[in-house]
Nanobody, 123 residues
Framework: QVQLVESGGGLVQAGGSLRLSCAAS????????MGWFRQAPGKEREFVAA????????SYSDSVKGRFTITRDNAKNTVFLQMNTLKPEDTAVYYC????????????????WGQGTQVTVSS
């Protein structure tokens, strides 16, 4: 089992930045690939970014590429999502997710989910 807790969401103006964190506990974090997804009201959950267990490989959706950066600190069992140049369309609940070993970009790839953190970008 892996337990995930997100933090760092909030209200920010367009063009601003936020840094989300996801703290993991339970089984060995260094064996776990991590992903960030988001869900806006009335929309399906969508992939944002993912990082391999080692941190050597990352993947981003086209909508956030060049603006968001996913990193991890295995010593602290934490994954981060640095979000820059935020846009109103980035407004959503952001979820972190975990799966063992290989990186995934689809929600059904992931076995463990956090409770989500709200990000609101005002225009």
């Amino acid at each position: 089992q892996v337990q995930l807790v997100e933090s760092g969401g909030g209200l920010v103006q367009a063009g601003g930045s936020l840094r989300l964190s996801c703290a993991a506990s339970g089984r060995t974090f260094s064996n776990v690939a991590m992903g960030w997804f988001r869900q806006a009201p009335g929309k399906e959950r969508e992939f944002v970014a993912a990082i391999s267990w080692s941190g050597a490989s990352t993947s981003y959706s086209d909508s956030v590429k060049g603006r968001f950066t996913i990193t991890r600190d295995n010593a602290k069992n934490t994954v981060f999502l640095q979000m820059n140049t935020l846009k109103p369309e980035d407004t959503a609940v952001y979820y972190c997710a975990a799966r063992f070993f290989t990186l995934g970009t689809r929600s059904y790839d992931y076995d463990y989910w956090g409770q989500g953190t709200q990000v609101t970008v005002s225009s």
